[in-house]
């Protein structure tokens, strides 16, 4: 036991280091923002805490693992084809650019390729968020052959985030329409809270709309639209500001909810 190994993870939002035999197999885990030893063979106790000596910090407990929580339990039971949570920003796009890329040459660039830029810059920015306690899923498939570009959710609450490429292009909103440049106005709005209004009825919780313009140049909103906000990328973080909506159990609880594919097709 003089050869137990520790590794160090980060898992849903925690640090944990997990203690292990030469041949893989865990023996334990340090959860440092619970300060726990969580011990999988009770009769290992003192070769897992001489292993971690190094790492503690202050007082621990230390036990049997907790019984898992109907969330924890739910995300075990899913089966891997039915969980949204691997997908990648823009996972459809991707998809459908692999099986079609389209002509080598082009006159105009591919939409798709501009329409998948921006989702990837949104989705990495949002992922970045989970160690503050917030859980993005990326593409959500609707029945119809929508898709919700990014679900957020963390201790503010819901959002349901559309992305839109609108690099160094001036960018008019004026509800139900939105114009770049000087190109016709089109009712986007509309699509953009219709899909929170699907999320909502899924999850039967409150899920906000969010328009995000990546790279626009300028941006005018006139007037505010209601129960909708109109970002650009650098200010997503203004989303995460607000607290206090949910509970971490609530959102552990949501997102287990929401990555289950089967919950979506019910719509």
Not at 65 to 90: C, I
Not at 107 to 121: E, I, K, W
Not at 181 to 187: A, I, T
Request: with cysteine; proline share 11%.
């Amino acid at each position: 036991m003089n050869e137990l190994r520790v590794i160090p993870t980060w898992q849903h939002g925690r640090a944990r280091l997990y203690v292990c035999l030469p041949d893989g197999r865990n023996l334990a885990w340090y959860d440092r923002e619970a300060a726990r030893v969580n011990l999988l063979r009770e009769d290992q106790e003192d070769e897992v805490l001489t292993a971690l000596g190094p790492y503690l910090t202050g007082p621990v407990s230390v036990g049997p693992p907790p019984v898992p929580t109907p969330a924890e339990l739910a995300r075990l039971t899913l089966h891997p084809d039915d969980d949204l949570a691997p997908n990648r920003p823009g996972e459809a796009l991707l998809i459908a650019l692999d099986r079609d890329p389209g002509p080598a040459r082009r006159l105009r660039p591919d939409p798709r390729r501009r329409a998948l830029a921006a989702q990837q810059t949104v989705g990495e920015a949002l992922d970045r968020l989970e160690e503050s306690g917030w859980h993005t899923l990326h593409s959500i498939p609707l029945p119809g052959g929508d898709r919700i570009h990014h679900l957020l959710i963390g201790p503010g609450g819901l959002y349901a985030v559309h992305t839109l490429y609108a690099r160094k292009q001036r960018v008019t909103v004026a509800d139900p329409r939105i114009a770049f440049g000087r190109h016709e106005p089109v009712p986007l709005l509309r699509r953009v809270r219709a899909d929170a209004d699907r999320a909502s009825h899924a999850l039967t919780a409150e899920v906000r709309a969010v328009l995000v313009l990546v790279g626009a140049s300028a941006v005018t909103v006139r007037p505010p639209p209601p129960e909708l906000r109109v970002l650009t990328d650098p200010d997503l973080d203004a989303l995460t500001r607000p607290g206090g909506v949910l509970k971490p159990a609530d959102i552990e609880a949501l997102h287990a909810v929401a990555r289950d594919r089967n919950t979506w097709s019910r719509l």
